[in-house]
């Protein structure tokens, strides 16, 4: 074993234990709860490792590092989560290789990643979407993170729900830095499931909750997320960017 499989074997061992933890502290299943790694930054090799150890959920947040490692991956049997804002000039690029877009915060994107879709040969498949929540916008606005206010998911989710190609898998937040629940994680991811079990009461197959990083996953866990996007614990502190 290679000192870097070495490495990030212990550190996925580690953040097991802490999902399981959680999740008995929570009176969850340890299968409730899906580790995606967030491999941003990081190499092409360093996928494959993961691979080899077991991960098959990856997340990536910027569209210039992402394709290439993708086509690099291309032979693995991976699920890739586009988790980063997306502007719409890089969606058809987007499209060619993620599973699902958790960033999803508005129509006009919305539109864009359909018709995306569209001109991809994707086999039928449709384009998983999540929709991100801003816990620090007021009514209307978008938070700084991305993500719409809490009183745009509805609207959001009927255009997705609606639009070819799409499916509209659940929510996804980011821990607000500032607002009403900067700094309290576990009300954050509260609220997160209180907006997603309203959701659900108008699309049932939107059960997905992605929400708890490196951090906070215990929080998330405890809230109720069924995903949770772990980079720095499982990777290391990630390098810089030049």
């Keep these: 074993m290679t000192d870097r499989k070495a ?9 097991e234990e802490r999902i399981a933890s959680a999740c008995a502290a929570a009176g969850r299943k340890r299968e409730e709860v899906t580790l995606i790694v967030v491999t941003k930054t990081y190499p092409a090799t360093d996928v494959r490792i993961l691979h080899e ?3 098959r959920q990856v997340a990536e947040n910027r569209d210039q590092d992402a394709a290439p490692k993708a086509a690099a991956c291309a032979d693995l049997s991976l699920t890739w989560h586009f988790v980063g804002q997306l502007q ?3 969606v058809r690029s987007v499209v060619s290789y993620a599973d699902i877009v958790q960033s999803v915060d508005r129509t006009k994107l919305v539109t864009a990643l359909s ?9 039928g498949r449709e384009l998983g979407c999540l929709i991100q929540v801003a816990l620090d916008a007021e009514s ?5 993170r991305g993500g719409v206010a809490p009183d745009g998911v509805e609207e959001l989710a009927a255009a997705v729900e609606s639009a070819p190609g799409l499916r509209l898998a659940g929510l996804m937040t980011v821990a607000p830095l500032a607002g009403p629940f900067a700094g309290r ?12 079990s309203r959701l659900r009461g108008n699309h049932p197959a939107a059960n997905m909750v992605s929400a708890g990083m490196s951090a906070d996953l215990e929080d998330a866990v405890a809230a109720g997320a069924t995903h949770a996007r772990v980079g720095t614990a499982v990777l290391g502190v990630r390098p810089g960017l030049g």
Aim: net charge negative; charged share 30%.
């Design 7 to 15: 490495q990030l074997a212990g550190n996925l061992a580690q953040v």
């Design 185 to 196: 994680q576990r009300a954050a991811f509260d609220r997160l499931m209180e907006i997603s």
């Design 140 to 144: 209307g606005e978008r938070g700084e």
């Design 88 to 90: 719409t000039n890089k």
């Design 53 to 55: 150890l077991g991960v």
């Design 115 to 123: 018709a995306a879709v569209g001109r991809d040969e994707r086999d």
